[in-house]
C-alpha cells in the first residue's frame, strides 16, 4: 500500500517524457531510476542520443552496464560520439566483445554518413537456399539478433550483396522454390560515405523501409533504416530553419543548448549581417544632402527597405527549400528568372498601389507632405515596383549562386540578401526622388 | 535491335523523376508512356499524389485502369482528393468493388487527419491462436493482400484491438505459444480523427513502425505506417519555413505551382507586412524636426532597425521551431524570458562594440562625423543595445504569446515581429539621440 502511493506520487514515463528537457540532472536521475523496468526501457531508448549520453553520465555506474547493453549497436555508438573522452572509455568496456566491434567500427564513420547511420545487424540469406529453408534460417536469425525485418538480403559467400527480397514476398513465395528467383537482382544500394540527406532523398523516393550499404567492392556493411532517416529529415529540416533565422545551426534542443555555446551560434552571424548592413550607412551618407533638403525622403526609408528585405526573404525561402527537396536544380535559373520576375513585378505593382493610396489618404487627412505630395507619392510607388522587383529577383538567384560556387544556399544567402536588397533599395529609392523631385524639392 | 535503340534514346525511369517537374504535360506522358513496364510502375508509385493525379489526367483513358489498380488504398485515396471531380468519378469507376469500398472510407477522413493517412491493409491474428497457426494464417494474408507486415494485430471477434506483437517477436516465438502470451497488452493507438503532426510526434517518440488506428470503441481501422510519416514530417517543414519566409504555405511544389496561386500566397503577407511597417513611416515623421537638425541621424536608421530584425528573427525562428518539435512549451515561457534577456543584452552589446568601432573608424580615416562624432558613437552603441535586447525579447515571446491566443506562431509571427520591432527601434534610437545629444546636436 506504501508503495503504490509512493510510485504513484513519482511521474509515469510519458509525464517524465514530456518534461524532460525542462528537468535538472538529479530530478531526471531521480525519475528514471524509480520507474518501472520495462517503462524505463521505453523511455531509455526514445532519448535522443545526447540525452542518453548524459543520462549514463548521471546514473550510479554500477547501473550503466545494463542499459549500455539495451543498445543497437548503432544507437551505442550515437551515444558514444556525444560524451566526453573519459566516460566513452568506461562505457565502451561495458559492452561484450563481439558488439563493441560492431560498435567501434561503426564509430569509425562520420556521424552523418550512411555509415553513420547504418545498423550492421540485416537478415541475410543465401541465394541457393529453397524459400522454406531461408524462411528458417530468418527465423534463427531473428531469435539471435535481429531488430526487426523488413528485407532479406541475398550474399554471397565473399558477403557481396546480390539481390534483396521483401520479407512479405519472401513468405508469400511457395516454399521450394529458390531464394534467388524470388530475389530482385541490381538492389539500389548506398555507398558507406554517401551523406545521410542524399540517403533520405533516395530512401523517400523509392519508397523503401531500408537500403542496404556497401563498401566499393560491393561487401554489405548494414542497413539504414527509415526510422532513422525520419530523425535525418527532421534535423536537417531544423538546420536549415536556423540557418534561414540568420544564425548557425544549434547542435543540441534550445533547452540544453548552454548559454555560451548559444551566444556563440547567434553572435557570429549577427555580427557578419550588420557589418553588411553598415553599407547601408555608407549609402545614405551619399544622400545626406538630399535629405537635408527634403527631410520627408528619410521618413519613408525603413518602409521601402523592410518592403525589399520581406520580398526577398519570401523568394529566397522559397527557393532554398525547393532545392532541398529536389524541386528545383541550378539548370532551372532561367525558368525561375521569368517566373520571379513577372512575380516582383506583380508584387511592386501591388505594394505600391498600397503606399501611394497611404500617402494621398494621410494627405488628405492629415496634410501630412504639403503641396508636393503628388511627387512624394510617386516616389514612393515607383521605388517600391523597382525594390520589390530587385528584391525578389536578388532573393531567388542568390541560393542559385551560392550553391553553383559551393557555398550552402541555406546559411548564406541570409545576409547577403539582406544586405544587397537594402542597399540597392536606398539607391533605387533616393534615384527615383531625383529623377521625379529633380528642380522642386530636390 | 532497332527497338532497343529507340530505348536508348528514351530517357530511364530515373532520368524521368529527376526532370519531372521540368517537364510539360505531354513530354511526361511521352517518357512514362515508353518505359518498360516495371521501370513504369517504380516511377509511377513513387511521384507524389498530386503527380500521380495529373498523370493519370493525361493518359490514354483505355490506360487508366491498370495504373489505379496499381495504388494501395490509402495511396488511390490520396491520389482521387487531388484531382478534377469529373475525373474522379471516372477514376472511381475503375476499381474493384472491395478497392471501391475500401477507397471511399478512406476518402471521408479529413487529408490531415490519422484517418486520412492510414491503411486498411494491416495483419490480423486472434489472442487464441498457437503461433505456428498465427503465422500460416499471417502467410496467406500476405499472399493476399498485405503490404507489408510490420505488426501483427490482434483482434476480438468484434475486431476490438486486444494487443500487438511485431513479426519478429512472433517470428522468433516456440510455435505452440499462445499469441496472446506473446503480444503485448495496451497498444499503444492513435484514434482516427488525430491530426498528422500529433501522429508524427507520437510514432516517432515510441520509435514504432507503425501505429494502429482505432475509433471511439477501440475498434481497429488501420495502421499508420512511418513512410507516411516521412512525408508529413516534410510537408510540416516546408509549410513551417514557407510561412516563416513571410508567406502562406503552398499546396504544391514550386515549378507546379501556377503563377496566379503563387501571387496570392505572396502578396498577402506582403502587404500585411507593408501595412505593418508604415506605422515605422508614422514614427519617422514624429522625428523629422530632429532629422532636420541633425540630418546625421538619418543615416544610421537603416543600420539600427535592420540590427533590431535580425536578432528578433532569430529569437522568433529558434522559439518556433523549439515548439513544433516541442522542444518548449507555453509554460516554460518564463525561463525563455530569462535566457533570450540575457542574450538579448549580451548580442546587444557585441554589435554596440562593432558599432561603434565603425563610427569611430570613419571618423578617424574620414572626419565623416565632424566634432561631434563622440556623441554619435555613444547614440549608434547606446540604441543597438536597446534594439537588440527589444528585438530578441520580442521575436522570443510573440510565438508564445500567438500559440497561448490560439494562433499560429509560424505565420504570424514574422510581420508582428517585424512591425513591433522596427517601430520600437526607431522610438529607441531617437530617445537616445535626444537623451545624448540634447543641447548639443538636437
Not at 524505463?40 to 546514473?59: C, K, N, V
Request: proline share 4%; net charge negative.
Amino acid at each position: 500500500m506504501e508503495e503504490r502511493k509512493d510510485q504513484h506520487e513519482q511521474l509515469s514515463a510519458d509525464e517524465l517524457r514530456e518534461v524532460w528537457a525542462a528537468l535538472s540532472e538529479d530530478e531526471r536521475v531521480e525519475g528514471f531510476l524509480v520507474l518501472p523496468r520495462e517503462d524505463a526501457e521505453d523511455l531509455f531508448t526514445s532519448l535522443a542520443p545526447l540525452a542518453q549520453g548524459q543520462l549514463l553520465g548521471a546514473i550510479p555506474p554500477g547501473q550503466r552496464r545494463i542499459w549500455m547493453r539495451l543498445l543497437a549497436p548503432d544507437d551505442a555508438a550515437d551515444v558514444l560520439q556525444e560524451v566526453e573522452p573519459e566516460l566513452k572509455d568506461e562505457l565502451m568496456k561495458l559492452l561484450d566483445e563481439p558488439n563493441r566491434r560492431e560498435v567501434r567500427a561503426l564509430m569509425a564513420y562520420a556521424e552523418d554518413d550512411a555509415g553513420g547511420l547504418m545498423s550492421p545487424r540485416f537478415a541475410r540469406v543465401r541465394p541457393d537456399m529453397q524459400v522454406d529453408e531461408a524462411i528458417r534460417y530468418l527465423q534463427k536469425q531473428a531469435r539471435d539478433r535481429l531488430e526487426a525485418i523488413y528485407y532479406a538480403y541475398v550474399l554471397d559467400s565473399d558477403q557481396r550483396l546480390l539481390g534483396v527480397c521483401s520479407f512479405r514476398e519472401l513468405f508469400a513465395a511457395t516454399g521450394d522454390k529458390l531464394v534467388r528467383d524470388v530475389m530482385h537482382d541490381e538492389p539500389v544500394t548506398v555507398r558507406e560515405e554517401m551523406d545521410q540527406e542524399a540517403v533520405a532523398l533516395l530512401i523517400k523516393r523509392h519508397g523503401f523501409l531500408a537500403l542496404p550499404v556497401v563498401d566499393a567492392h560491393g561487401h554489405m556493411k548494414g542497413i539504414v533504416t527509415l526510422d532513422d532517416i525520419v530523425d535525418v529529415v527532421e534535423e536537417e529540416a531544423t538546420e536549415d530553419v536556423q540557418k534561414f533565422g540568420g544564425m548557425e545551426a544549434l547542435e543540441a534542443p534550445y533547452m540544453q543548448t548552454s548559454f555560451g555555446a548559444m551566444i556563440q551560434k547567434r553572435a557570429g552571424w549577427l555580427a557578419i549581417l550588420f557589418v553588411g548592413e553598415m553599407f547601408t550607412a555608407t549609402a545614405m551618407a551619399q544622400y545626406e544632402h538630399d535629405i537635408a533638403k527634403a527631410v520627408v525622403l528619410a521618413v519613408f526609408v525603413p518602409l521601402i527597405i523592410s518592403s525589399g528585405g520581406n520580398s526577398g526573404s519570401q523568394a529566397s525561402t522559397l527557393i532554398i527549400r525547393a532545392m532541398a527537396l529536389g524541386e528545383v536544380r541550378l539548370r532551372d535559373w532561367w525558368r525561375i528568372v521569368q517566373r520571379e520576375l513577372a512575380a516582383g513585378l506583380t508584387l511592386g505593382v501591388v505594394l505600391a498601389v498600397v503606399g501611394a493610396v497611404r500617402v494621398l489618404g494621410w494627405q488628405f487627412a492629415f496634410h501630412s507632405y504639403g503641396p508636393h505630395y503628388p511627387l512624394i507619392a510617386s516616389t514612393v510607388a515607383l521605388s517600391l515596383v523597382g525594390v520589390v522587383t530587385v528584391g525578389t529577383l536578388c532573393g531567388s538567384m542568390l541560393p542559385l549562386l551560392l550553391k553553383r560556387v559551393g557555398l550552402d544556399p541555406a546559411s548564406a544567402s541570409a545576409p547577403f540578401v539582406a544586405t544587397l536588397v537594402d542597399v540597392s533599395g536606398l539607391l533605387i529609392y533616393f534615384s527615383a526622388a531625383k529623377l521625379i523631385m529633380g528642380g522642386t524639392l530636390l
